[in-house]
Nanobody, 120 residues
Framework: QVQLVESGGGLVQSGGSLRLSCAAS????????MGWFRQAPGKEREFVSAISRSGSFTDYADSVKARFTISRDNAKNTVYLQMNSLEPEDTAVYYC?????????????WGQGTQVTVSS
């Protein structure tokens, strides 16, 4: 079992940046593939990014590639999502996820979500 707590969401203007963090507790953090998903109002939850257990491999949705960067610090049990050049279309609740499979990212555990709102 692992517990995930996201932070770092907020309101930002178009073109701005935010960094999301997800702190994990419970079983060994480094044994999990970690990822981020998002859900906009009226839409299904969608994959954003994933990172392998060691951090050597990353994966991104086409819509965020070159703008978002995922990273992890296994010593701090934390995964990050640096979001640059934010657009109003990035507005959503962002969820941290942990799982066993890298591609496709298949979560077994979810955080409670953090709201990101991008104003135009």
């Amino acid at each position: 079992q692992v517990q995930l707590v996201e932070s770092g969401g907020g309101l930002v203007q178009s073109g701005g940046s935010l960094r999301l963090s997800c702190a994990a507790s419970g079983r060994t953090f480094s044994s999990y593939v970690m990822g981020w998903f998002r859900q906009a109002p009226g839409k299904e939850r969608e994959f954003v990014s994933a990172i392998s257990r060691s951090g050597s491999f990353t994966d991104y949705a086409d819509s965020v590639k070159a703008r978002f960067t995922i990273s992890r610090d296994n010593a701090k049990n934390t995964v990050y999502l640096q979001m640059n050049s934010l657009e109003p279309e990035d507005t959503a609740v962002y969820y941290c996820a942990a799982g066993a499979i890298f591609q496709p990212m298949s979560p077994n555990y979810w955080g409670q979500g953090t709201q990101v709102t991008v104003s135009s």
